[in-house]
């Protein structure tokens, strides 16, 4: 997969971004959209992991997969959405274990991997370029006809 591509279709999105000028008010736009995009990757991956889980634990990996934002407006208004499990390599405390989930993505010098995240993110970039292209300018409308 390539790590390098450009959007198109942006412009007036980008004018109206500009044009809000306060980063918070950016940051909702933009977390909106990239939220509302990544909603195929997401559902990818839960469905990807289902078959990986054992039947005969508690864990379940597809109920922690989840959309996650972080944003550094300190660092030139950055904002990130991703899809991931929840509690990353280590459980969230007193929940079930789904910490294994990275040794099934990328395997060990014993196990084949199992790839679900790659392959979901992989098989739905199109669509997610696409659904962030048309879910930006009415995230921005929104917020600019709540006046916050």
């Known amino acids: 997969m390539a790590d390098d591509f450009k ?3 942006l412009d007036a999105a980008m004018a ?7 980063p ?3 940051k909702s736009a933009v977390r909106s959209a990239g939220t509302k ?7 990818a991956a839960r469905t990807n992991s289902k078959g990986l889980d054992d039947p005969e634990t508690a864990s379940t990996i597809w109920k922690k997969i989840v959309t996650q934002y972080r944003s550094r407006l300190s660092k030139g208004d950055q904002v ?4 991931g499990v929840q509690g990353g390599a280590k459980p969230v405390k007193g929940d079930k274990d789904t910490g294994h989930w990275r040794l099934l993505e990328f ?3 014993k196990m084949a991997a199992q790839p679900f995240m790659r392959p979901a993110l992989e098989s739905n970039v199109s669509q997610v370029t696409a659904e962030f292209v048309a879910s930006l300018e009415p995230a921005i409308d929104k917020i600019i006809a709540k006046g916050r």
Do not use: N
């Open 7 to 9: 959007i198109e279709g």
């Open 16 to 22: 109206k971004l500009r044009a809000l000028g306060d």
């Open 24 to 26: 918070k008010r950016i």
């Open 37 to 43: 995009a990544m909603r195929p990757v997401r559902d």
């Open 80 to 83: 990130t959405v991703s899809v």
């Open 107 to 109: 395997g060990t010098e």
